[in-house]
């Protein structure tokens, strides 16, 4: 008999808490008829879109439009926080492009632009949401991102996909179908 954990996942970033309450069975992976959620990197195809999905809006004003439940398309960059991407699942954080990131800062030298730390913690936080693929039960499927994807921190992503019923203004949660990774930009 499989014995259900709870991993408790606080990730504390410029003054604010986002806790999420990730379970799992006794260290494996749930049964499920998609690759992904086995841990099957063939299976990158289900959460990588071709192309970006028409019509996106950016996470402040998808915020305000979160009560719908419809299909919602959001664009803005990995981050807003140390670590936007979390480890064994599939989940990142998507913050608004209109904060400013420490690498659209004139000599500044952050180890970590994504985390935008020089804003005020209270426009990060409400500038910022979870992303997660989700099974049927809509528990997050146990697999990194960064291994089957080319997801990484302050790359420009749309994502196309509906809020969660659970999600708050204070923990505003997408339930994604897919996202679309934009193309690196080459220094200039």
């Known amino acids: 008999m499989k014995k259900p ?16 309450t990730l379970p799992g069975c006794g260290g494996q992976a749930p049964e499920s008829s998609g690759g992904a ?33 419809g299909t919602i398309t959001v664009t803005g960059r990995v981050g807003g926080m140390a670590s936007p991407i979390t ?9 608004d492009e209109g904060l400013v990131f ?8 952050c180890p970590q632009p994504w985390d935008a ?14 992303v997660q693929f989700v099974d049927e039960a809509g528990m997050p499927l146990p697999v990194d991102l960064r291994e089957i994807t080319d997801l990484k921190e ?21 339930f994604a179908e897919g996202f679309h990774i934009a193309e690196e930009e080459t220094p200039g």
């Open 102 to 109: 420490c690498d659209e800062i004139e000599g500044d030298s």
């Open 37 to 69: 959620a086995n841990g099957n990197a063939s299976a990158a195809p289900e959460f990588v879109l071709a192309s970006p999905p028409a019509g996106p809006v950016g996470v402040v004003e998808s915020l305000s439009a979160a009560e719908s439940g």
């Open 154 to 174: 302050n790359r420009r992503v749309t994502v196309k996909g509906r809020f969660a019923g659970h999600s708050t203004p204070g923990n505003p949660v997408i």
């Open 117 to 130: 730390c020089c804003e005020d913690p209270e426009k990060i936080k409400a500038s910022r949401v979870l």
């Open 5 to 20: 954990i709870h991993i408790i996942l606080a990730i504390l970033s410029c003054g604010s808490l986002l806790l999420l």
């Open 87 to 95: 480890a064994g699942y599939a989940a990142f954080v998507l913050a």
